[in-house]
């Protein structure tokens, strides 16, 4: 299709809890990227996929996030024992490949909201 | 680093005034520039583009021109709307190593009939 799927729209979790959301890209895509919305406004960019392939995965927090891309399944991020300051709207965008000089803007997901409680 | 730099808002204006949302960016090389909207409680949808110095990104009625001498990348319209009251950011990619967007902090519109 011609949009970023991405679900749950919300999801509750407990603290401590594990949480897991999915993205499935547009076909064709090469690229995804995840990002988290926090305080209303800043996007915080986490990881990006190539293909199946970890591209850049500076902005993750290692201990407790953790994310795949595999073939014929949606990409997913996970947050193991998740604490209060996770919470936060996660994005996930897919962007065609980007040759020298031609650069794509992304296709944003609308979003997982994640409230830990 | 990389780094966009946005006007703070939130920007008030009443319908059919004109619009300017600031946008300046440091970057190695020669990025790609966008402007994103954010309608309250959806996502990011890409608003314009501009791949190279001088080009001017327009759509909907928002314009915006890449400026290398002045590494900008300044948001306007001519006449806004109450529908045109949204989140705006301005981004960077630069289609290198790292092939990520980098955003500003965004600018709220507000816009009153």
């Known amino acids: 299709g011609e949009e970023v799927a991405q679900t749950p729209k919300h999801l509750v979790r407990g603290e401590g809890q594990k949480a897991k959301l999915y993205c499935a890209p547009i076909k064709g895509h090469s690229y995804v990227f995840w990002y988290q919305q926090v305080l209303k406004n800043e996007f915080k960019f986490l990881i990006s996929f190539q293909n199946e392939n970890v591209f850049d995965e500076t902005g993750m927090p290692k201990e407790r996030f953790s994310a795949k891309c595999l073939p014929n399944s949606p990409c997913s991020l996970e947050i193991q024992a998740t604490k209060l300051e996770d919470s936060a709207v996660y994005f996930c965008?897919?962007?065609?490949?980007?040759?020298?000089?031609?650069?794509?803007?992304?296709?944003f997901g609308s979003g997982t909201r994640l409230t830990v409680v | 680093g990389d780094s966009v730099t946005q006007m703070e808002g939130p920007v008030t204006l009443s319908e059919e005034a004109f619009l300017t949302i600031n946008c300046t960016y440091t970057a190695t090389g020669y990025p790609s520039l966008f402007w994103y909207v954010q309608y309250p409680g959806e996502g990011l949808q890409l608003l314009l583009k501009?791949?190279?110095?001088?080009d001017k990104g327009s759509n909907k009625g928002f314009e915006a021109t890449y400026r290398k001498e002045t590494t900008s990348f300044h948001l306007e319209k001519g006449s806004v709307q109450v529908s045109d009251s949204a989140v705006y950011f301005c981004a960077l990619r630069w289609g290198g190593a790292t092939n990520k967007l980098i955003f500003g902090t965004g600018t709220l519109l507000a816009v009153q009939p």
């Open positions: 965008a897919s962007s065609q490949y980007t040759g020298q000089g031609r650069n794509y803007g992304y296709t």
């Open positions: 501009a791949t190279k110095a001088d």
